[in-house]
């Protein structure tokens, strides 16, 4: 497989060659497919455009992957892609099951979520991709605004003729392309209950409103509120924490296409295209993966908007306040490298747009020029030193969260630890095949 950077102006691509097959779901709507196709694993033309493509990363899943797809929007211009990162349990049966492209992420490959991210971009086929977590769901509040998009943006075979994104990919060669021509699963894109919503009269005279706003040109990115449910070793709910992403005033709502954001977390709705022409995420950086992203898009021009509006419940394990300061200041914990915000700078370092970077998330800067200008200030007045950062520490608390400055420190320890740790690669990946799942359990019933 030629290899693609994520910063490089120009590159190769190549054709994978691989089947495709699904399991039906009882239950479930799927659209008309070809039977002979099927069963031999390979996969037909698409009869109609897709306009969303979902694309789901995660490893060892089994237990969360048919809540998480029970929630998602369906249709027959609705695709859903599974990219797994060596799952030992049957996520990727789960997954092909519900109706998805499954692709697994070749053993050298496994880096950080960023690698399952750029690997779902190079497949997916809708003009929208929809990036979630494995352990997420997503909310029946964010189906609406998936409507009200779908509405203002997508005419079936029409695309929309403002595209600032392809626009940009047009000028020159894209960072990165889609591999190979796509083709159709004849078992994703199903239709849930949640494709074709029943209005009233006035969910019908709100859905005009909507319709009457225009989107902003330069949306590429939609992102809402996220609620984190941290779990104890039984799974059970023990802390609920909403808004974690973004405070409550730094977004809007949805009529208006919610109000510009500086960040976002791994679930989000980018315009394919723009996705694109910055680069498609980096593959080779453990944290950091998104603010490194949209400080590339919003450098093109494109804005991120946030909605006051519900929009994915995250169960991850509940940490508790030594454990989170573990988690930020430790070099490695719980089997994860934690020098993502290195790499992110050493990456951006070799492509010369760390400006871009430093413009789009300042604050770990602004707490290394507060620690660099110690020395002179204490010169001039020696309490000055303690009386800048502590303005600092202040201002972060009061326009985020009290903690956050604790949080920009730790990420300057894992810029120094990561700066010589960044290597570009290109992921190695391979479609799953339903023969391949049938074949392997065909042999666990063997042995």
């Not at 859905?207 to 590429?220: F, V």
Request: charged letters at 25%; aromatic letters at 10%.
């Amino acid at each position: 497989m030629d290899q693609v950077s994520p910063n490089s102006a120009a590159q190769k691509t190549q054709v994978i060659s691989a089947s495709h097959s699904g399991f039906n779901q009882e239950g479930r709507q799927k659209p008309a497919s070809n039977q002979a196709a099927r069963e031999e694993g390979r996969e037909e033309e698409p009869a109609k455009p897709v306009w969303l493509s979902v694309v789901v990363i995660g490893q060892n899943e089994a237990a969360n992957l048919p809540r998480l797809f029970a929630s998602l929007p369906g249709g027959e211009d609705v695709e859903w892609l599974y990219v797994d990162s060596r799952s030992g349990d049957n996520s990727k049966q789960i997954a092909k099951n519900c109706g998805a492209r499954v692709f697994l992420v070749e053993e050298a490959s496994v880096f950080g979520p960023g690698t399952g991210r750029y690997i779902g971009t190079l497949e997916a086929r809708g003009e929208w991709i929809f990036y979630l977590d494995g352990d997420m769901v997503l909310k029946e509040d964010f189906l609406s605004f998936l409507e009200q998009l779908k509405h203002s943006v997508w005419c079936g075979d029409n695309l929309p003729q403002a595209d600032p994104g392809r626009d940009i990919l047009k000028k020159g060669e894209p960072a990165a392309k889609p591999l190979g021509q796509a083709k159709k699963n004849g078992e994703n894109g199903h239709r849930s209950k949640h494709s074709e919503p029943v209005l009233g009269q006035e969910g019908l005279e709100q859905e005009a409103k909507k319709a009457e706003l225009p989107l902003p040109p330069d949306a590429a990115a939609f992102s809402g509120r996220t609620r984190n449910l941290g779990l104890d070793e039984n799974g059970g709910v023990v802390e609920i924490k909403d808004y974690v992403t973004l405070p409550k005033r730094e977004m809007g709502a949805p009529e208006s296409w919610g109000r510009p954001a500086s960040y976002h977390g791994g679930a989000v709705l980018y315009k394919k295209s723009w996705v694109l022409a910055a680069g498609n995420w980096n593959p080779a950086v453990y944290q950091l993966e998104e603010i490194d992203l949209y400080s590339r898009v919003k450098a093109l021009g494109g804005s991120l908007r946030a909605l006051d509006l519900p929009m994915v419940d995250h169960y991850t394990p509940y940490l508790n306040v030594y454990e989170k300061i573990k988690l930020n200041f430790l070099p490695r914990y719980r089997g994860k490298n934690l020098y993502g915000a290195g790499q992110v700078v050493a990456s951006r370092l070799r492509s010369g747009t760390l400006l871009g970077l430093i413009r789009c998330y300042p604050y770990p800067f602004i707490v290394l020029a507060g620690l660099l200008a110690g020395p002179g200030l204490y010169l001039a007045w020696p309490p000055l030193p303690l009386l800048v950062n502590l303005a600092i520490a202040v201002w972060f608390a009061i326009t985020k969260k009290w903690y956050y400055y604790l949080v920009y420190l730790g990420n300057l320890l894992q810029i120094l630890r990561g700066l010589g740790r960044y290597r570009s690669f290109e992921p190695g990946y391979r479609k799953v095949t339903r023969n391949e799942l049938a074949e392997r359990r065909a042999s666990f019933k063997r042995d």
